[in-house]
DNA sequence: GATGAATGAGCATTCATTCAT
DNA sequence: AATGAATGAATGCTCATTCAT
């Protein structure tokens, strides 16, 4: 009689478990997206509109917020881990990545804080592995007698650098972060993604 | 159309006029510890509760948010403007102090990560006049040839240290403080609130 | 990070989606009856607490106030029109209708004055073209030389026998408003909804 | 130590006993504005601030926020009856103060509502006599015979006007006041306060 | 008598999380 | 397994009214 939003709508394909994992997929991509733009405080609700499904699915594949943040947490460092192994790493090149995700994305610089700082309220417990997986594999890769060889060094400089980062404009933020690696007098490869984007 | 406060309820004592710096110094502090706990995040309730007022008297004390958080970070800039301006000050006495406010107050972390990177929101139209107030006091306390006298290396620092800082647990922030210092090579004084605690 | 909504507690029971159409119905309802007991000025607290939902219902089903309030009109509206367009019908037939409405519900006559006025802030941005509405759907029914013919005059009556009515006790709407059409030497039907109740 | 908008403040000079009188009049000439301006809703604050006195000398002369409307309409009765007692009055220049005080406030629009209509909650016990002694000053001129001369029509023909006149646009009042006398076939005299402004 | 700060209830609005379908 | 409606606690902010000075 009213208007009324239900009349005539049609839900969406039930897409079925196959669609499960591309779900997973697409929330995680949302959320890096709508934490870069609006911080780690944004809706949920935002997050699983911009993946396209329902907020019933969120839930299903991450219990609350934090584990969605630590999920876009961990795919990041997946990629430090990758670029770390991958064959003819050096550290300036994984350091390159690290500070590719710095500057990328608000939230990654954000969770990094909690974690890398190994103190406030752990996210969801992941925080302080991923943080330990970072230290981990880029010690692999540190020459003895680096600058940031000594115990804590390495990821008190990454904090630093984030530091040097955070609130800034995203514009502003490779060359402040790149400013900040010369001022600890560390070497930095190239800021991109891994697996680097072609070229 | 009046309200009705029912029968029987008794107000607290209302102090009068000649509370009001009392509560306006009050709001401030309390603005000071919960932003402590709670990160800049935390409700203006929670400021007023601790406050002990109510919360009508913070929003007329503070127009909004932010001017609770400029409030509480333009009390943290005299005091670094105080120290640099004393007889006999030095840039790693300045800094000392600086470092102290990094260390005891997550919320002036946070404030001069807004400003200091120079993007962001600015809070309350405040904050880039407080960064820039910061910078002033210390520079004019620079050593021609210092480590930090190049343009912008100044701030810059400052954010970093911050960054080795935000998120630490209380009991861990002076020592990754001092430790970022050492990284960048650069001395610090006692760190202390100026007026420094005597002794 | 997350909410923390206490153990124990019991929610009501969640319908589901079925829901949605009977809560929306449900809304509706209660703000007619609201808003004719407190005018358009009522908390929409209550309209949720009288439809039995709770508020983020109504917000999910009405963006906001006005929203709330121009569907509540848009069903008086769609009475009149159908009263207009029914067969048989005439003029006076349809003022009884409008007519019904204006006694019925103070909400439909301070909208239809929002309206029918012409000025003041439009109900986002409903008013003006359910005005139109109402008088296209009447000026169909007006013999020529009927007196409301000249133009404007039609809405203009309404407007006037509305504020007859304003403010009036429930029990002397009906009075008044006839009184005012006698005024007005305007023939009007009987006063009722429409579809009208059987007998 | 913080900007603190008490110090160096001072207080107005306390003009004593012989304000009162003084006060009073600002006060209500302020409601006058702000409601013609924010409608009967607006804070009291801002009335106490137009009237550049504090809040607490509103509350000294006006109980609660309905006496300082009630005095409002006061004042326009006072105009209405002295314009329907000075020498050579009739009706059509009585109406034309009247709709004057229609059109000029939307604030005493509405009060007239509450009140012309004898129902909803009388205005502090004052609506129901404002509204009779308007209607007792303008009877008073009523030629026998009249159109309105029938029981009741008189004040239901105002409250028609100004049901014309709700919501209406400011410079759309009078115009439409004035075609609403016409549809009801009264002779209405200039729209004018009482005393009428030279000339 | 005047001032304006203090009080706190009240309202709009948002959003994490649950759950019927 | 997906959808998206429902829930309601939480929070920001406003404003009538009181009252110390």
């Known amino acids: 009689m009213s208007r009324d939003p239900s009349e005539g709508e049609r839900r969406p394909q039930n897409q079925g478990p ?12 949302a959320a890096r997206h709508v934490y870069a733009e609006q911080g780690l405080g944004a809706p949920l609700s935002a997050v699983a509109r911009r993946a396209g499904v329902g907020q019933g699915v969120m839930y299903r594949h991450f219990p609350d917020r934090d584990a969605v943040a630590a999920a876009v947490l961990e795919e990041n460092v997946r990629q430090v881990e990758g670029a770390a192994a991958a064959p003819g790493a050096d ?23 909690l974690d890398v700082a190994g103190g406030g309220e752990p996210v969801h417990g ?11 594999a880029l010690r692999r890769l540190l020459p003895p007698g680096h600058r940031l060889a000594p115990d804590g060094a390495l990821m008190l400089a990454v904090s630093m ?19 900040a690696w010369r ?13 680097a984007s072609a070229g």
Not at 18 to 25: G, M, S
Request: aromatic share 6%; no cysteine; hydrophobic share 55%.
């Open 18 to 29: 196959k669609a499960a994992p591309r779900n997973r997929a697409a929330l995680i991509a």
């Open 126 to 136: 992941y925080a302080h592995d991923l943080s330990a997986r970072v230290e981990v």
């Open 91 to 113: 550290l300036a090149g994984a350091l390159g990545v690290v500070t590719w995700h710095l500057t990328e994305s608000a939230a990654f610089i954000n969770l990094l804080h």
């Open 161 to 179: 650098v984030s530091g040097a980062v955070v609130g800034a404009a995203r514009q502003d933020r490779e060359r402040r972060a790149l400013a």
């Open 183 to 195: 001022l600890l007098a560390v070497e930095v490869g190239p800021v991109r993604p891994f697996p």
